[in-house]
């Protein structure tokens, strides 16, 4: 199916990534210093959009990562989101950086497996983790088997059921820290740098917004996962 409507992506987690889909294809821009990302942000979507001869009122949904993921970084992403969403009446998919590296290691196959489930790992502070458990879904791309949650390597609880293939995605199961090796069978995916997580965020947006699965601009929060937050 062609997708023929207009979108803005938009992820501040780490640095700065934007991106446009167009009926046209793809535009991508990246930043990795982020402490410029609250003064780089507008001026460089302003400035994809007028390449396209795009109007912001002309988008038709935004997709923003909301985290987990910098603090700081979060809110300029997701206030940007909402400004756009507020002023114009335009639809948000709000993506979960979790699920996005969860969709990442379910594209990396030509075939994909819907039996496949994808446990994902980011770090947190200390000896913590941010874990995710996800697996394919045929319309929204990938969804959440269990909730979010903020645990130590050691008490991860892992929702293997027999017969399912596992994939242990993100940087920290590469510490050997894990217990994924207690699986056979099992693969290992490392997180994406941004350039591809935000053809990724983009791709998945597209899918959700194909499948109705949007929200309101006052709807939408970042995602710290841990609600009680003791950092920044």
């Known amino acids: 199916m062609a997708f023929r409507e207009l979108m803005l992506a938009i992820d501040t987690s780490s ?3 934007l991106g446009l889909l167009t009926p046209l294809g793809e535009t ?3 930043s990795h210093a982020e402490r410029q990302s609250a003064h780089e942000i ?3 979507i302003e400035k ?4 396209e001869k795009i109007n912001v009122q002309e988008l ?3 997709a923003v990562a909301t985290g987990p993921g910098s603090f700081t970084g979060l809110r300029i992403g997701v206030s940007v989101a909402q400004a756009f969403g507020f002023a114009h009446g335009i639809p948000i998919i709000a993506v979960s950086n979790l699920a996005l590296l969860a969709y990442g290691a379910s594209a990396r196959h030509e075939k994909v497996e819907f039996n496949e489930m994808f446990l994902v790992a980011e770090e947190a502070r200390g000896q913590e983790i941010y874990f995710g458990c996800y697996k394919n879904s045929p319309d929204g791309g990938i969804v959440a088997v269990e909730p979010e949650v903020v645990v130590s390597l050691d008490e991860v609880v892992y929702p293997i059921k027999h017969g399912v293939k596992s994939c242990f995605v993100g940087d920290p199961w590469f510490t050997g820290c894990g217990k994924e090796n207690v699986f056979p069978g099992a693969s290992k995916v490392r997180s994406e740098i941004e350039s591809k997580s935000i053809k990724h965020l983009l791709d998945l947006g597209r899918l959700r917004f194909l499948a109705g699965t949007v929200i ?3 709807e939408l929060r970042p995602n710290y996962v ?3 937050l003791d950092y920044v």
């Open 42 to 44: 507008l001026p460089e």
């Open 48 to 51: 994809m959009l007028r390449a």
């Open 60 to 62: 038709n949904a935004i």
């Open 226 to 228: 841990k609600e009680d």
């Open 28 to 30: 991508f821009w990246v």
């Open 216 to 218: 309101s601009a006052g």
């Open 15 to 17: 640095g700065c990534s």
